[in-house]
């Protein structure tokens, strides 16, 4: 095979068809260890779970087809940052409910071996808290975190101003 035989979409996709043995579009750990240890060489339980933590970004327990994908390196970057960031807050959010408080910002900075009191950890979400519910949401994470802005947020309407409009404004304003 010459480098021009080679289509690594082909490759992985037959690869993920292989692994998926009972064709319900999801590689569980167990079917991409029996693919893996197939192959002539050997993984440790410690590569395999590292490797499949990475394909898992969803953090379901198994990979989809876009999730290997991505992975590869072979699915738009966009769908797999998203993955990423929310892979990120979810580190963050140890409750598992959608909101991050000043108690799991501790948590997590504790694990970091950084420490904040009370007072400074609210203090923090207070600053960073856009809509005011106490606690930062996966939107202001990702705006805080990544520079993304909210996909929620509103803007003031923008208003074309013609000559009528703002005459029709002054006359009615008299």
């Known amino acids: 095979m010459n480098d021009f035989d080679y289509d ?3 490759d992985y996709v037959k690869f993920f068809k292989e692994a998926d ?11 991409l260890v029996a693919k893996l240890n197939g192959r002539s060489r050997k993984y440790s339980q410690k590569q395999l779970k590292a ?7 969803s953090g379901e327990g198994h990979v989809s087809f876009d999730e290997y994908m991505i992975a590869m390196g072979l699915r738009p970057g966009e769908e797999h940052k998203d993955a990423l960031m929310r892979r990120a807050f979810n580190a963050f959010d140890t409750k598992h409910d959608g909101e991050i408080t000043y108690e799991e910002l501790g ?7 950084k420490k904040f009191s009370e007072a400074e950890l609210k203090r923090m979400i207070l600053i960073l808290d856009e809509n005011r519910s106490g606690a930062l949401d996966f939107e202001e994470f990702k705006a805080i975190f990544f520079g993304v802005k909210r996909s929620n947020s509103v803007e003031s309407p923008k208003v074309k101003m013609t000559p009528v ?3 029709s404004r002054v006359v009615n304003s008299n």
Request: charged share 25%; aromatic share 16%.
């Open 8 to 10: 690594p979409d082909v």
């Open 21 to 31: 043995t009972n064709n319900d579009g999801f590689l569980t750990y167990d079917k």
């Open 51 to 57: 490797y499949f933590a990475v394909l898992d970004t």
């Open 107 to 113: 948590e997590v900075f504790d694990g970091m071996n």
């Open 165 to 167: 409009s703002v005459e």
